[in-house]
């Protein structure tokens, strides 16, 4: 497969399977592959990387598997989440979803209860993440940089919140 989007949609004859496979699609009536690939095709990725229509995709790659050329859609939506995040341009809930994995190195803290049902069930406890890996991690990699909220870095955020409690 290409690593380029530009060379998979070239592929792409705009024959909307991608579309009908899509449960995003499906449920949201606002999010369609097929017309987010003749977008590209015609040259509009500026318009496509500033739109959170790319962020409705749920990354399921039925796309992928049912489209007769390879186009691959689901990896040409992540290429523009990619190059969408590279300018700054992403929900408000990805933001949140970030600063919660830079504190907590989890999308969702495991709570009392869920703690309970998993030593009830004989599951092990959840492993213990090490935040600061990951804080470095992001901070390397320039994501905390990328996911600034108001002028401020993920760092000066959990600060914030620190300063709160």
Request: some cysteine.
């Amino acid at each position: 497969m290409p690593e380029n989007y530009e060379e998979l949609i070239k592929r792409c004859y705009q024959c909307g399977t991608c579309t009908g496979a899509c449960p995003s699609a499906k449920i949201t009536g606002t999010f369609n592959p097929r017309k987010i690939i003749a977008y590209m095709l015609l040259g509009s990725k500026n318009k496509m990387i500033s739109d959170d229509v790319i962020w409705l995709c749920v990354a399921c790659h039925a796309c992928a598997e049912r489209c007769p050329e390879l186009v691959y859609p689901s990896e040409v939506l992540f290429q523009l989440k990619n190059a969408a995040t590279a300018e700054g341009n992403f929900p408000a809930a990805v933001k949140d979803e970030a600063l919660q994995v830079y504190n907590t190195g989890t999308t969702v803290e495991p709570s009392a209860p869920i703690e309970r049902r998993r030593i009830k069930l004989g599951l092990p406890e959840f492993p213990v993440v090490n935040v600061d890996e990951i804080q470095k991690i992001m901070e390397v990699t320039g994501i905390d940089k990328k996911l600034e909220f108001n002028g401020k870095t993920l760092k000066e955020q959990k600060n914030e919140e620190e300063e709160k409690q």
